[in-house]
C-alpha cells in the first residue's frame, strides 16, 4: 500500500462540486472547493454551520446519498487514485480502511444494540483479513492504545454501558484500528463535556503523530484546532475563502470573513470584552449559485466589484490563498495599522 | 426479570376479572337467554318448560349471583357446562384450539413476512413507484374488511378457479391428511392475513426510515461494510425492534377477526364456537372463550415485553 512518504502529496481534491436537491430546490452545498493535504500533515476546515465543511469530507468518502444529494464535479487524488471514478466496491475497500472518519456525536455513532467488539471486528475483519479471533485481539489492542481500562473485559459491552468521552475513545479506536493514511475528525468534541474535549483532542493528535497519518480536521472552534494542526481551510458558503498555515492564519488572517471569524472569540481574560462580537448580517442563501462574492453583502470593506464578479482563489504568499479581491489592499491596510 | 414476570402476572389478574365482569353483565343483557334459544314459546306447556329449565340452569337467580357462581367454578378450575349441549367448557375449548391456532399463527405469519418485506422495500426505495404502489396497497389493505377479502377469495379462487375449497378444515369422508388440511387453509389464512400486512408494511416503513437517518449508519458506511450488513445488521436489527410491539397488539385484532373468519370458512375453531354461543345465549361458553382470549391477549404483551428486553440491550427489568 502507497503510504507515501511525509510532505508528499497524499490527498489532492480539485474543483470538488457537491449540491443537494430537494423539492425542486437545488442546495449548492460546496462550490468547487481544492485542497491539498501531504502525508502525515493535519488540516483544519473551519466555518460556521451550513458552511459546506462536513459535506466536503463526507463527498471525498462518497457517504453523499443520492437522492439528495450528487457530487457534480471534482477529482479527488488519494493515494494516487480518483476516488470518484472508484466502483462502489473498490471505494469500500477505502472507507474506514486507508480513509477513516470519527463522528460528532459518540452517544448516536455507535449501534446502540450491538456490542462494540462486534462493532469494531466488523471493519477489522474484512479489511484486514483477520479471522474473529485475531479480530477481536486486535480490538483489544486498539482499545488498549486509546486509553480504555480493561479492554478485554468490556469488549462486549454495549454503547449505553460507556460515558460520553470513552464512546468518543471507542470511536477513535475503531476509527484507527485498519491504520488508516488519513483520518477525518468531524467535530469529534463538540458534543463532549470541555474537560473531555481536550483529551480527546490530545489523543488523536498522539496518535496521529505516533501512527504517521494525515489529519483533516472538522470544527467550527478556531480555538479548539490552533494547536492541532499544520494549516486552516476556512469556509464560507461552500467556498475555500482562505488557506493558510496556521501561525499565520492567526497572525495576519487576510480574508475579512476570517478576520471577523478571529475577532468573534471570546477572550478568556475577559478585558475590553463588553458584548461579544459577531459578524453583522446572515449566512448566504444556499439556493443560488454563487456569481459574485458569497461575503460581500456582510463584508466590511466591499467595493462594487465585489457584487459583480465572484473572487478567484489566488495565492497571496507561499502556501496562502485567499478568495476576495482585495487581499493585496487589505494586508497593507494591516501593516500600516500594526505600524501604528 | 423473573420480579418483574411475577408482578405482570400479579397485575394481569384484577385486569382479567374486570373483563369477566363486564362481558359477563353485558351479555346478560342480550336479549332472550339460553332457554328461549332452546324451547320454542309454541311448545306445549312452554312456560313450565321455560321455568323449570331456567331454575337448571340457575338462570332465575340475580346476575350478581349467576356471577359469582361462574367465579367460583372458575376458581375450581372448572369453566362451567354449555347449557346447550352440556358438554364441559374445557373440553369444548380444547378440541377448538388447535385449529384456531393453526389459523391465527398462518395469517400472522402471513401478515409479518409480507408486511415487514414490503415495508423494508418501500423504505429503502422511498418515494419511488415501488413504494407508491406498495402504499396504495397498504392503504387498500387498511380500508378492505377481512370478511370482505374473504368472500372475493372464495369466489375467485374456490369457485371461478377452483383452485381451493370453499370451506372447513378437511375434505370431509376422506382420512386426514396434511395436503388437504393445508389446501383448506390457505383461502381464510390468507383473508386474516392480507388485510393485517398493512399494518406491518406501515409500522416497518416508518421505523426503517427513521433508523436509516441515524448517525450509526453514517459510521457503518464510514467503515466501509458491505450495503447488506449495513441494511441487515444496522438497519433492520434496530428498525424491527417497534414491530414487534405491532405483534403484540395484533393479536386481539386477530382474534376478533378470526372469529368471523372461521365463520365465513366454517373453520371449526373456538371463533365458530363463540358465533355459535352467543347465538344460543350460553354464556358459560361465551364466558370460556373470552377469558380464554383475554389470557392470550395478556400473554402476548407480556412476551413481547420480554421480546424486548432481548432485542434491545438498553432495555432491563430489574
Request: proline share 5%.
Amino acid at each position: 500500500m502507497a503510504r507515501g512518504q511525509i510532505g508528499q502529496p497524499l490527498l489532492e481534491v480539485r474543483n470538488l462540486v457537491t449540491r443537494f436537491y430537494t423539492e425542486g430546490v437545488t442546495i449548492h452545498a460546496v462550490n468547487g472547493i481544492s485542497f491539498t493535504l501531504n502525508a502525515g500533515e493535519s488540516m483544519a476546515i473551519v466555518g460556521e454551520s451550513g458552511s459546506g465543511k462536513s459535506v466536503s469530507v463526507m463527498s471525498l468518502m462518497r457517504l453523499i446519498r443520492f437522492p439528495p444529494g450528487r457530487i457534480e464535479a471534482g477529482q479527488v487524488l488519494f493515494e494516487g487514485k480518483d476516488l470518484l471514478q472508484l466502483s462502489e466496491e473498490a471505494m469500500r475497500r477505502i472507507r474506514g480502511n486507508r480513509i477513516a472518519m470519527i463522528f460528532q456525536d459518540p452517544m448516536t455513532s455507535l449501534n446502540p444494540v450491538l456490542p462494540i467488539g462486534l462493532q469494531m471486528t466488523e471493519t477489522i475483519r474484512p479489511h484486514l483479513g483477520l479471522n474473529r479471533q485475531a479480530a477481536r485481539e486486535h480490538a483489544i489492542e486498539m482499545l488498549a492504545l486509546v486509553g480504555l481500562a480493561k479492554p478485554q473485559e468490556r469488549l462486549d459491552d454495549y454503547p449505553h454501558q460507556f460515558s460520553g468521552g470513552q464512546r468518543q475513545r471507542v470511536m477513535i479506536a475503531m476509527a484507527l484500528s485498519c491504520n488508516p493514511s488519513l483520518l477525518i475528525a468531524d467535530e469529534p468534541t463538540t458534543a463532549l463535556d470541555v474537560t473531555v474535549q481536550a483529551q480527546i483532542v490530545e489523543l488523536v493528535q498522539g496518535l496521529q503523530q505516533k501512527l504517521g497519518m494525515a489529519a483533516i480536521w472538522i470544527s467550527h472552534n478556531l480555538g479548539l484546532v490552533a494547536g492541532v494542526v499544520d494549516k486552516v481551510a476556512v469556509m464560507y458558503g461552500g467556498h475555500i475563502v482562505e488557506q493558510s498555515p496556521v501561525d499565520e492564519l492567526y497572525e495576519r488572517p487576510r480574508h475579512p470573513y476570517t478576520r471577523g471569524l478571529l475577532r468573534a472569540i471570546p477572550k478568556m481574560d475577559g478585558r475590553d470584552q463588553g458584548r461579544l462580537i459577531a459578524i453583522d448580517g446572515m449566512p448566504p442563501d444556499l439556493r443560488y449559485e454563487p456569481l459574485s462574492c458569497p461575503f460581500a453583502p456582510r463584508c466590511a470593506y466591499v467595493v462594487a466589484k465585489c457584487h459583480a464578479e465572484l473572487p478567484t482563489l489566488d495565492e497571496f504568499a507561499p502556501g496562502q490563498t485567499t478568495r476576495c479581491w482585495r487581499t493585496g489592499e487589505i494586508a497593507a491596510m494591516q501593516f500600516h495599522e500594526s505600524l501604528q | 426479570m423473573i420480579t418483574y414476570i411475577l408482578r405482570r402476572l400479579l397485575v394481569s389478574i384484577p385486569i382479567l376479572l374486570g373483563i369477566t365482569v363486564i362481558v359477563f353483565f353485558v351479555a346478560s343483557k342480550m336479549p332472550g337467554d339460553a332457554v328461549l334459544a332452546m324451547i320454542s314459546t309454541e311448545t306445549p306447556q312452554a312456560e313450565d318448560l321455560i321455568k323449570l329449565r331456567r331454575g337448571q340452569l340457575g338462570l332465575d337467580l340475580p346476575i350478581y349471583v349467576q356471577y359469582f357462581r361462574w367465579l367460583g367454578q372458575l376458581l375450581q378450575g372448572n369453566l362451567g357446562f354449555s347449557f346447550q349441549t352440556g358438554e364441559s367448557v374445557i373440553d369444548m375449548l380444547a378440541a377448538r384450539i388447535p385449529a384456531t391456532i393453526e389459523l391465527m399463527g398462518t395469517a400472522l405469519l402471513i401478515a409479518i413476512v409480507i408486511g415487514v418485506a414490503m415495508g423494508v422495500v418501500s423504505a429503502l426505495k422511498q418515494y419511488s413507484r415501488i413504494d407508491y404502489t406498495f402504499t396504495f396497497l397498504g392503504f387498500a389493505g387498511i380500508s378492505i374488511p377481512d370478511f370482505f377479502l374473504g368472500m372475493i377469495l372464495v369466489y375467485l379462487f374456490a369457485i371461478e378457479w377452483h383452485f381451493f375449497p370453499t370451506s372447513g378444515i378437511s375434505t370431509a369422508g376422506d382420512a386426514y391428511s396434511l395436503s388437504d388440511n393445508l389446501r383448506h387453509l390457505v383461502l381464510p389464512a390468507f383473508a386474516l392475513g392480507l388485510v393485517r400486512t398493512a399494518t406491518f408494511m406501515r409500522y416497518t416503513r416508518n421505523s426503517v426510515l427513521e433508523v436509516m437517518n441515524n448517525d450509526y449508519v453514517r459510521t457503518a458506511r464510514a467503515k466501509g461494510l458491505n450495503e447488506w450488513l449495513v441494511i441487515t445488521r444496522h438497519i433492520l436489527r434496530n428498525a424491527l425492534i417497534p414491530v414487534v410491539t405491532v405483534i403484540g397488539l395484533m393479536l386481539p385484532v386477530l382474534f376478533g377477526g378470526s372469529v368471523i373468519i372461521e365463520m365465513i370458512f366454517q373453520w371449526p375453531g373456538i371463533g365458530l364456537m363463540f358465533i355459535g354461543a352467543v347465538t344460543a345465549r350460553d354464556s358459560p361458553v361465551i364466558m370460556g372463550y373470552v377469558l380464554f382470549s383475554a389470557v392470550i391477549v395478556q400473554m402476548s404483551n407480556l412476551l413481547t415485553d420480554i421480546a424486548y428486553s432481548f432485542l434491545d440491550p438498553r432495555i432491563r427489568y430489574d
